[in-house]
């Protein structure tokens, strides 16, 4: 199932339950928000989560793209990314949390094909506070899904104060082999679903006030769901980056962590670009300059010629179509370009700098963060440039 239909199926098949599509485009929160980009699917909805009705009405979807950059250090593994999209369905006040997960199962079992036999889903089990999800754990039962109790791994918040409540995470095997174990003991055992039962608002002081119209916020993973259903081992191998992987090693011989984080930085760059977002020295512009010089890094460690002048332009305008967002790939390519000679300016004052006597030898932290503030280079630029990146 490749990723165009895995979309249509599950918006079809919330829509067809009387679900509003709501646009979930851009990665920039709303006005007033004090985060710089949406980290989740259900990140713009949180005032309607809390009460407040929504012109959509009380059963939405949606499809969102999303950017954490808290794993930055773990993209060229087989599953993380910078840009990603949250598949997502709500209830609120409408449906409770066994409706919810009735069909969620419907879905990937009719929808998705996947077999029940490599379904297996863990489910609060309670704890000084709350007691267990028993709503959740007798619809599993029921549907004759395997369940497995745990403690604040099925406990959803958002933050330490705001709406919370349990949840269920449904994970698919993705072992050679018959299943075996559970989800806390084989990570061959992968979740891609989440369902919460938004029931309650922790306050400051720890204390837990029951909301007064209790909600379901549901949260899927695009990238790790077709990684699933196309039974790929690493989500790079999909047809999300199949133009990444077909067109860049030969026009850049790298090692597959290498591979992959210039893959998933450069299209995360180009929708970052796309949704207006400029390089600058703080906020927003800065993560894009951030993206934009660690690939820069990466891609001219064995080879300093390398450009991002010979970047084909399908790849941009692959990553613009699929983000339904299009400045146009001449654009794109301009800031691109742009920042590439604003860093090799840094890279040759970088040198310069370093160079002199005061940092032949170790350097201090001190010596980091004065680089840093004071010249603009980065710890990783500067381990490059000393020739111990």
């Known amino acids: 199932m490749d990723t165009d239909r895995t979309l249509r199926v599950f918006t079809d098949f919330y829509r067809e339950r009387g679900h509003h599509?709501?646009?979930?485009?851009?990665?920039?929160?709303?006005?007033?928000?004090?985060?710089?980009?949406?980290?989740?699917?259900?990140?713009?909805?949180?005032p309607y989560l809390e009460g407040r009705p929504h012109p959509g009405g009380r059963r939405l979807v949606n499809v969102q793209r999303c950017l954490r950059t808290t794993d930055l250090?773990?993209?060229?593994?087989?599953?993380?990314?910078?840009?990603?999209?949250?598949?997502?369905?709500?209830?609120?006040?409408?449906y409770g949390h066994p409706q919810s997960l009735r069909w969620g199962y419907e879905l990937l079992r009719d929808?998705?094909?996947?077999?029940r036999d490599r379904l297996h889903v863990t489910v609060f089990g309670g704890d000084g506070q709350v007691g267990p999800d028993l709503?959740?754990?007798?619809?599993?039962?029921?549907?004759?899904?395997?369940?497995?109790l745990t403690g604040e791994d099925n406990w959803w918040s958002n933050g330490p104060v705001g709406p919370c409540g349990p949840d269920s995470e449904i994970f698919v095997w993705t072992g050679r082999t018959p299943p075996r174990g559970t989800p806390t003991t084989d990570p061959r055992w992968v979740e891609i679903w989440n369902h919460?039962?938004?029931?309650?608002?922790?306050?400051?002081?720890?204390?837990?006030?029951?909301?007064?119209?209790?909600?379901?916020d549901t949260g899927m993973g695009l990238e790790r769901l077709v990684t699933v259903l196309q039974g790929r081992d690493s989500v790079y191998e999909t047809d999300l980056f199949e133009p990444w992987t077909r067109l860049l090693p030969p026009l850049w011989p790298l090692d597959v962590p290498s591979l992959r984080l210039v893959c998933d930085h450069l299209r995360s760059a180009v929708v970052v670009i796309g949704d207006g977002v400029r390089p600058s020295h703080t906020g927003r512009g800065y993560v894009l300059r951030r993206l934009v010089r660690r690939l820069l890094t990466t891609l001219r460690r064995d080879d300093p010629s390398r450009t991002l002048s010979d970047l084909p332009a399908e790849l941009l305008q692959h990553t613009l179509d699929h983000f339904r967002t299009d400045p146009g790939t001449g654009p794109v390519r301009d800031v691109l370009l742009e920042e590439e000679r604003r860093f090799d300016r840094l890279l040759e004052r970088g040198r310069r700098l370093l160079s002199g006597?005061?940092?032949?030898?170790?350097?201090?932290?001190?010596?980091?963060?004065?680089?840093?503030?004071?010249?603009g280079l980065p710890r990783d630029v500067v381990l490059s440039l000393r020739g111990e990146g």
């Open 111 to 115: 929808g998705f094909g996947i077999p």
């Open 73 to 94: 250090d773990e993209v060229g593994d087989s599953t993380h990314l910078t840009v990603f999209e949250m598949l997502g369905s709500w209830s609120l006040g409408d």
């Open 135 to 148: 709503d959740s754990l007798r619809t599993w039962e029921e549907l004759e899904i395997p369940v497995e």
């Open 196 to 216: 919460v039962g938004m029931r309650y608002r922790r306050h400051r002081d720890g204390s837990l006030q029951p909301l007064e119209r209790p909600g379901i």
């Open 21 to 46: 599509l709501i646009t979930g485009s851009t990665l920039l929160p709303p006005p007033g928000d004090p985060v710089l980009f949406t980290t989740s699917g259900m990140h713009p909805l949180t």
């Open 357 to 375: 006597p005061r940092y032949r030898g170790p350097l201090s932290e001190e010596d980091y963060d004065y680089l840093h503030d004071t010249h």
